[in-house]
């Protein structure tokens, strides 16, 4: 079984710039998550959908923020216009609806840098 | 709101010696725990997690946690540490989310590195 996939795996951009960001869950998931990890910090949540819809997006720093998940398959993250305190590690996970007694699965980040 | 401290951003032991990560969490109610690994150009793997019963928790990799309630603890172990354990190691508490899931509130992490 195929895990979580992100792409780009890095990404540097320029200041202004728009990035979009990738995220294949496990096929079958419906719950998947954005995290992202600022550098000397913890992981931090951002949002979470459930199939298609935005279930809590109370972790979205800002409204240049935008995610999306077309028809609960795979999820986007874009990111307009970039900042440099955008830069870190976001991660994806996906995990089967289960409540709070479930396991998140995660991909391996993608590490994005704006200069 | 829930939060986790992870007291040691390095450790570093010996291979074969005993390992022990800590971690405190403040949590509200009874709490979902969880401990990942990353290591180098992977995602976070699960390691094991902790909802309820049996307070002594067994993971992969000959890990295991114990969970204290009373000092808010859910520290990792390992008896006997391998070189392929080097990796950052996060602690994690999860809170049930409206609709479903659950989302995660981590410690910064620990960065383990194994001597030879």
């Known amino acids: 079984e195929a895990g979580v996939t992100q792409f780009p795996s890095h990404s540097v951009i320029e200041k202004g710039q728009t990035v979009t960001l990738r995220c294949d869950p496990i096929s079958g998931h419906d719950n998947l998550y954005w995290y992202r990890r600022v550098m000397g910090k913890e992981i931090k949540f951002l949002l979470h959908?459930?199939?298609?819809?935005?279930?809590?997006e109370s972790g979205m720093p800002n409204n240049r923020f935008l995610a999306e998940r077309t028809g609960g398959t795979y999820s986007t993250l874009k990111v307009q216009p970039a900042e440099l305190e955008d830069s870190g590690v976001y991660f994806c996970?996906?995990?089967?609806?289960?409540?709070?007694?479930?396991?998140?699965?995660f991909g391996p980040g993608t590490r994005l840098l704006v200069l | 709101a829930q939060s986790v401290t992870q007291p040691d951003i390095h450790i570093t032991v010996s291979e074969g010696a005993s390992l022990e990560l800590r971690c405190n969490y403040s949590y509200g109610a009874t709490p979902y725990l969880f401990w990942y690994v990353q290591s180098p150009g992977q995602g976070l793997q699960l390691l094991l997690k902790?909802?309820?019963?049996?307070?002594l928790v067994q993971g992969i990799k000959g890990f295991e946690a114990e969970f204290k309630r009373s000092q808010s603890s859910f520290n990792l172990r390992k008896p006997s540490v391998h070189w392929s354990d080097a990796a950052e190691y996060f602690c994690a508490v999860g809170a049930g989310l409206t609709g479903g899931g659950n989302k995660l509130t981590f410690g910064t992490g620990t960065q383990l590195k194994v001597e030879l």
């Open positions: 959908f459930v199939k298609e819809s935005k279930q809590d």
């Open positions: 996970a996906s995990s089967q609806a289960m409540g709070g007694a479930e396991t998140q699965y």
């Open positions: 902790y909802f309820s019963g049996d307070t």
